[in-house]
């Protein structure tokens, strides 16, 4: 879990090409972070597990994220990685449940599977929710596919809402320029919150040096989790700065 009230997460998906640039973009990010906003803010980023050992050895402010894992803990699962054999690489937070890996077929059941092997090696679930909603959906429209999500992804596990990140991603949003609006989006926040014991929840979806503050002066959104702006450091930087002058 953060020490920190704030949560700035970058997702690299599949990106860089190679190694050398992994580690060139993590040198921008590390350096260009002002120590003084550590107080405030935690930053992750979630590289490619094959870029782990490179960024890794870049890092000293900035924590380490995995993207997803394996809903099994070791053995014969062809191409897979579990949270075990990461944690070496100092791994504290993993993104679960997005869209683009519920959109290739990963399951509730899975999620709820990787959400209790993740908290039993102590690091800390970032459960998307927001798949299945569509632009124009009302508040309570999205406050029921939400929570069936999060109902989904918790049952059965055994420490449940504790430690828990939720980041609210309207899978319209994703890589498409659309942002969903911040007030509405700091309402799902709150239901969030009011149903998880108040996690931390994130805002995903478009996030940009532009659109940036609108999401970060509401005080329901704990942060952002980014996709496409954190490979371009001096925006993901100023996306940092931005989150780090609103305090609550
Ligand atoms: P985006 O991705 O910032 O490129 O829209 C967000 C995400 O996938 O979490």
Redesign the pocket.
């Known amino acids: 879990m953060p020490k920190t009230k704030k949560l700035i997460v970058g ?1 690299w998906k599949m990106n860089p090409r190679s190694s050398a640039s992994s580690r060139q973009l993590a040198g921008k990010i590390e350096r260009g972070w002002q120590r003084k906003a550590q107080t405030i803010v935690e930053v992750v980023v979630c590289p490619p597990v094959v870029f782990l050992p490179a960024v890794h050895q870049v890092f000293k402010k900035v924590k380490l994220g995995v993207q997803t894992v394996t809903s099994e803990p070791i053995g014969a699962f062809t191409g897979e990685v579990s949270i075990d054999q990461v944690l070496e690489f100092g791994i504290q937070y993993a993104i679960l449940g ?1 869209s ?1 890996r519920r959109a290739m077929g990963e399951s509730d059941g899975q999620i709820s599977r990787k959400i209790q092997l993740v908290q039993d090696s102590q690091v800390t679930p970032i459960l998307c929710v927001g798949y299945g909603t569509k632009r124009g959906d009302s508040v309570s429209r999205i406050k029921q596919i939400v929570r069936q999500q999060i109902v989904k992804a918790l049952r059965g596990t055994k420490f449940g809402f504790k430690d828990l990140v939720v ?1 609210y ?1 309207p899978v319209w ?4 320029g659309l942002t969903a609006t911040p007030d509405k989006v700091a309402e799902v926040a709150k239901f969030i919150k009011s149903i998880t014991h108040n996690s931390l929840v994130l805002y ?4 940009s040096k532009s659109n940036i503050s609108s999401f970060a002066n509401q005080e329901a959104i704990d942060g952002v ?5 954190s490979l371009k450091p001096q925006e993901f930087l100023q996306m940092i700065k931005a989150f780090s002058s609103f305090h609550f």
């Open positions: 997702n997005h683009e980041a991603e949003a994703i890589g498409t995903g979806g478009s996030t989790l980014v996709g496409g702006a």
